[in-house]
């Protein structure tokens, strides 16, 4: 799942209009006047609709005959799209979203650093020493290499599971864990690379339990991270262990 690339004109038409529909500017079944909205944005009624196809792509909006263009349910929307989760951000609504994903990885990532644990082979040892070292690399770098070599880390945990569904869960985490990165990276923000050296090595180790309860002192990290970068809290029982 790429992000849309559209550049100049089209691309900004594209943003600033995703960013209305999820700020509520547009509310939910709402039909859009494309002949008013080229007007208040100076756009031709054919540049305005094909930014208006993007949109449609991601399930933001749809058209229906004598009605024309309107906003779609939220439950259609693509959540999980990299352009929606920064339009959701950028529309005020990053608390709920981090929030969101918070309580997922909590749900998934211990498990799967347990599963790594009983199942991890040497080629997978050897990926997460070398997202490790990139991780390393970039603590003090650009952004979106950080956000790179965490990604690369985090696909490495999945894939050392083999379980194909937890593999598959990488398209919950990417677009998410990538805005995450970079509004932490950018901020102050504790060194990296101590909680997954502690994750890689229980795994390497063959120690579930050990790897289970370091990515889960990981976790807690990564919020206390994205809180010192946002103004809206992530309710404390997202991250604490169920009993």
Same mark, same amino acid.
């Given at each position: 799942?790429?992000?849309?690339?559209?550049?100049?004109?089209?691309?900004?038409?594209?943003r600033?209009?995703?960013?209305?529909?999820?700020?509520?500017? /547009?509310?939910?079944?709402?039909?859009?006047?494309?002949?008013?909205?080229s007007?208040?944005l100076?756009?031709?009624?054919?540049?305005?609709?094909?930014?208006?196809?993007?949109?449609?792509?991601?399930?933001?909006?749809?058209?229906?005959?004598?009605?024309?263009? /309107?906003?779609?349910?939220?439950?259609?929307?693509?959540?999980?799209?990299?352009?929606?989760?920064?339009?959701?951000?950028?529309?005020?609504?990053g608390?709920?979203? /981090?929030?969101?994903?918070?309580e997922?990885?909590d749900?998934?990532?211990?498990?799967?650093?347990?599963?790594?644990?009983?199942?991890?082979?040497?080629?997978?040892?050897?990926?997460?020493?070398?997202?490790?070292?990139?991780?390393?690399?970039?603590?003090?770098?650009?952004?979106?290499?950080?956000?790179?070599?965490?990604?690369?880390w985090?696909?490495?945990?999945?894939?050392?599971?083999?379980?194909?569904?937890?593999?598959?869960?990488?398209? /919950?985490?990417?677009?998410g864990?990538?805005?995450?990165?970079?509004?932490?990276?950018?901020?102050?923000?504790?060194?990296?690379?101590?909680?997954?050296?502690?994750?890689?090595?229980?795994?390497?180790?063959?120690?579930?339990?050990?790897?289970?309860?370091?990515?889960?002192?990981?976790l807690?990290?990564?919020?206390?991270?994205?809180?010192?970068?946002?103004?809206?809290?992530v309710p404390?029982?997202s991250?604490?262990?169920?009993?």
């Open positions: 799942m790429s992000a849309y690339s559209g550049r100049g004109v089209h691309g900004q038409t594209v600033l209009l995703g960013e209305r529909v999820l700020a509520g500017e /547009f509310a939910e079944g709402q039909t859009i006047d494309l002949v008013e909205l007007e208040e100076d756009l031709s009624l054919t540049a305005l609709r094909e930014a208006i196809k993007v949109l449609a792509a991601k399930g933001l909006v749809g058209s229906r005959q004598k009605k024309g263009t /309107f906003v779609r349910p939220r439950g259609d929307w693509n959540l999980l799209d990299p352009d929606v989760v920064r339009w959701q951000v950028a529309a005020g609504a608390d709920v979203f /981090f929030r969101d994903l918070a997922l990885r749900a998934l990532e211990p498990a799967a650093a347990l599963l790594a644990a009983r199942r991890r082979e040497d080629g997978d040892v050897a990926e997460l020493r070398a997202a490790l070292g990139e991780i390393a690399d970039t603590v003090d770098g650009q952004a979106e290499d950080a956000v790179r070599a965490d990604l690369r985090h696909r490495a945990l999945l894939a050392a599971t083999h379980n194909e569904l937890f593999t598959r869960t990488d398209v /919950f985490f990417s677009a864990l990538s805005e995450r990165d970079r509004l932490v990276h950018e901020g102050d923000h504790d060194d990296p690379v101590p909680s997954h050296e502690a994750v890689t090595e229980a795994i390497a180790a063959g120690d579930p339990f050990a790897a289970e309860a370091a990515m889960r002192s990981l807690t990290q990564a919020r206390q991270d994205l809180l010192r970068v946002t103004e809206h809290d404390e029982d991250l604490e262990r169920p009993e």
